[in-house]
């Protein structure tokens, strides 16, 4: 379900323009990245029962991806998958979708814009616009939220680890699965002092 397609209507499938470019530190961009995804991983556990989130095991997939496609040049963005969690059923799957755009709107997110390739899934896209950030909400036989960082000046992992502090230990795992089966390099662990919950 996951992926490092843009779904906006205004960029999907252009060739004559740009994501925006984000005038913000790439490790800046990646902690906030991460932060906002915890936070609606938080909430689909907290509010909707998907229970606890697992992150791929050693020698899986990695926890984050990037791609320079549709970014300007020098740029790249990174997307966060984190884990994943138990589904959402068809009766909490719109409630979640609802509760995903009350945190994100006043965000700058616009959305949800239903991204669903078969049946048996369902996903969404919420897109900022402004920023080029991106959060899709997924379900089928697990829950996942991946968010993209935008697109931000650098290459990719650059100034790793910085950013990835925020991270708790029961969810650090691959990481960029740099060397398969082995252990991620992950900053000192250190909670944020602000979780912006509603």
Known sequence: MAGCSDFSERYYGRTDEYLPAREVPYSEARREAILLLMRLQQALSD????????????????????SDSGCPAGTVR????LGTAG?????TWPQAVDRFAEILTPLGF???????????????????????????????????????TGCVRGE???DWPQGTEVIPEELRTTGRAIH???????????????????
């Open 78 to 81: 990174e997307e966060w998958l």
């Open 156 to 158: 990719w992992s650059q």
């Open 47 to 66: 509010e909707f029962g998907v229970g606890q989130w697992r992150p791929a095991p050693l020698g899986g997939g990695s926890q984050v991806l990037t």
């Open 87 to 91: 589904p959402l059923t068809e009766e």
């Open 180 to 198: 398969s089966g082995e252990p991620e390099e992950w900053a000192p662990y250190s909670p944020p002092s602000d979780g912006g919950e509603d």
């Open 110 to 148: 616009g959305g949800p814009v239903d991204t669903t390739v078969r049946a048996e899934d369902s996903t969404v896209v919420f897109f900022n616009e402004e920023t080029g950030e991106q959060v899709e909400l997924g379900s089928y036989k697990r829950a996942l939220v991946v968010v993209s």
